[in-house]
């Protein structure tokens, strides 16, 4: 049996590995290339795998260690940070879309207990897929970033509770050991252990073994505490993964929850892989192919309430209509915690086999249309906005009245007030620039008008807003927000209602440059570009460059459009050879009076000494590669590349000390 189940684990690796390859040249998600991966090797599809039994006892090892992590990130402080998404957002979004389905099916003849049950599947999202795709588009310093992963961070606590409620639950197999009150009782003293645990015994614990610097001595430990508390919650009656959870509550308290965290993520994504795939093993594909039109319908309602539920849910917190579009579309998937409580709920007796197929089928579908979902989610989004609702539904708590009389002329529009919106303000206002700000998220604008920012909250991808904060007597717009699809809308609106105003923007992407600059930016900052000159800035300080030629340079990059770091991607700015970097570089200032002045570089026969100049810095130009018959300047730097012995006997040639200095041969 022992090999028969490694012939399995192979058997599900190898296939996994095609099923994800393939899934990644589709951009599709991994999730749903593991439930794939369980489709064909499980006994409706391949028979590929015999020992399901043992597959599914390394699914649980899994789920415990899935648990785990979410313990550890879920941190007090950082919810506090965001703690009106996560509390109010998430608790509506989840109490209102269980009501819904409860409702719905109750009115379809559904049991209590089931209805409620799929109630709990149906109100959770699938956090590993949102949370990925919003992680590629870097999104998460925006509105929408912030909104969605509280949300996400709320259903999966809410997991926990709803995990010991489904025992509960009418239809639920219990013994006359299982009665409430002893549940409670238990889950209380749980928690007890938790408390006690997380102030004085694991702390102490680990600070211990992480004095010993054994990296496998603290990996073991991590587990061990993770598997001992999982254990201990099943001999008291509860789930394996509640256990697992209040131990990752344990440790994310400690100083040393970021190290306990890496370790763990490697064998928590190797045996969450099991649960998926055992999860796609018990998909029956004869009642997907029998009932096609029946399961895409209800995938597709499914979708439907919990997007316009979710969207609600996102307009109660005062955010404007574009934010609940994209966090409705954002969430309206049945997400990986379903697959646990149903898989619960199938073994307590609550749902039959037939409801369990159904689940699993809808619940695949919804997952495997997330990524196309959020990718045409901003153009669904525009296309709400065009629709003829009142402006107030649109911007929600802006005061609309007022934009007939603006009462800003010739001042400085700042959309979207993080870090780079900031610090525009701080210049601002030392300066004495009149300015006005507009942001979209309510916290921050109250926050800021309470210590007299002229803060407004609003979406400015909007016209209306946009004609309330006076863009049309503007002098200036820096748009510092971080979603790439209003920042272009943003841009051209300004353009259209102010042709003359001067519209600078910032950017993460490379690729939206050109188009910003089409829709009628005068200036583009792209974040990266300006890294890079920042690290080259300081590159050339260590190798002496003066910084005065230093900030030439790099204005001199931007009045190029950062056509060096462009061209990087295409053929060399600069050939010199980059093995040859095992030499020195050495920048010298030809100095007036020097032998080097008023020389060529032919003249001073360089490359005859495996000398090679890289650059000439000359007023405000850097010359890569110059010809050989460019004579030298007084006050030109000289960039050169070549054995540290040869360049140093130069120093003389180029300083005014040294005209009695031989020229080099």
């Known amino acids: 049996m022992e090999l028969e189940l490694l012939k399995d684990i192979v058997v599900i690796f190898v296939l996994s590995v095609a099923v994800l390859f393939l899934f990644h040249r589709l951009r599709a998600p991994t999730i749903v290339g593991f439930l794939l991966t369980g489709i064909l090797a499980g006994p409706q599809g391949l028979g590929l795998v015999a020992a399901s039994e043992q597959v599914a006892v390394l699914a649980e090892i899994g789920v415990v260690l899935l648990l785990f992590t979410v313990g550890i990130e879920v941190s007090l402080k950082d919810l506090l940070k965001i703690k009106k998404y996560v509390l109010v957002g998430g608790s509506i979004q989840v109490i209102l879309t269980i009501l819904a389905v409860f409702a719905i099916l109750l009115g379809l003849q559904v049991p209590p207990g089931e209805a409620l049950l799929l109630g709990f599947l149906i109100s959770l999202s699938s956090t590993a897929i949102v949370l990925r795709i919003i992680q590629k588009k870097e999104q998460f310093d925006s509105v929408y970033g912030r909104t969605t992963l509280g949300i996400l961070i709320f259903q999966d606590i809410a997991v926990v509770p709803m995990m010991l409620i489904v025992p509960l639950l009418p239809g639920a197999m219990q013994t006359a050991a299982d009665s409430p009150w002893l549940i409670v009782a238990k889950g209380l003293g749980l928690i007890a252990l938790v408390i006690l645990s997380t102030k004085w015994i694991v702390p102490k614990i680990l600070y211990h073994i992480a004095k010993t610097g054994d990296r496998e001595l603290f990996l073991l430990s991590i587990v061990a505490i993770c598997l001992s508390i999982a254990w201990i919650s099943s001999l008291a009656g509860l789930s394996l993964g509640l256990g697992a959870f209040l131990a990752g509550l344990i440790i994310s308290e400690s ?65 404007p209509l574009r934010i609940s579009v994209l966090v409705g579309l954002a969430l309206c998937q049945i997400g990986e915690f379903s697959f646990i409580l149903s898989k619960t709920g199938f073994e307590s007796g609550i749902i039959s086999a037939h409801v369990y197929q159904l689940f699993l089928d809808v619940a695949v579908l919804t997952m495997g249309a997330t990524s196309i979902l959020m990718a045409v989610s901003p153009k669904v989004a525009d296309g709400f906005l065009r629709l003829p609702l009142p402006n107030r539904m649109k911007n929600r708590t802006l005061p609309m009245a007022a934009a007939r009389d603006s009462p800003w002329k010739d001042h400085l529009v700042i959309i979207g007030y993080g870090v780079n919106g900031r610090n525009v303000a701080l210049s601002a206002r030392s300066e004495g620039i009149p300015f006005v700000i507009v942001e979209m998220d309510p916290e921050i604008v109250m926050r800021e008008e309470k210590k007299g920012e002229p803060i407004r909250f609003g979406d400015a991808s909007q016209e209306a807003v ?53 829709l009628g930016a005068d200036e583009v900052i792209p974040e990266e570009y300006e890294t ?22 790099i204005d001199h990059i931007r009045l190029e459009g ?63 590669n110059p010809d050989s018959s460019m004579l030298l300047q007084a006050d030109d730097v000289a960039v050169l590349l070549g054995p540290g012995e040869k360049i140093d006997r130069l120093g003389g040639w180029f300083s005014d000390s040294g005209a009695s200095a031989a020229a080099p041969e």
């Open 255 to 319: 100083p040393y929850s970021h190290q306990a965290f890496g370790n763990v993520m490697p064998l928590r994504d190797a045996f969450t892989s099991f649960f998926f795939i055992s999860i796609g093993m018990l998909l029956d594909l004869n009642y997907l192919l029998q009932n096609p039109g029946f399961i895409i319908l209800a995938a597709v309602a499914a979708m439907s309430l919990k997007a316009l539920i979710s969207g609600v849910a996102v307009s109660l917190l005062g955010l």
């Open 532 to 553: 890079s000159m920042e690290i080259f800035a300081r590159v050339l300080e260590r190798y002496e460059v003066p910084r005065e030629k230093i900030e030439q340079f």
């Open 562 to 624: 950062y056509e060096m770091f462009r061209s990087l991607s295409q053929e060399p700015y600069c050939n010199a050879n980059l093995s040859t970097l095992i030499d020195e570089i050495r920048s010298f200032k030809v100095q007036a009076g020097s032998q080097a002045e008023g020389k060529s570089l032919a003249e001073a026969s360089l490359e005859g000494q495996d000398i090679k100049l890289l650059a000439l810095h000359r007023d405000l130009q850097t010359i890569a």
């Open 466 to 518: 946009l004609q309330y904060i006076g863009i049309k007597s503007a002098r200036v717009v820096a748009i510092a927000i971080s979603d790439p699809s209003p920042t272009r809308r943003i841009t051209e609106l300004a353009r259209r209602m102010n042709p003359g105003l001067f519209i600078i923007v910032r950017t993460r992407y490379l690729q939206e440059m050109n188009p910003l600059k089409e």
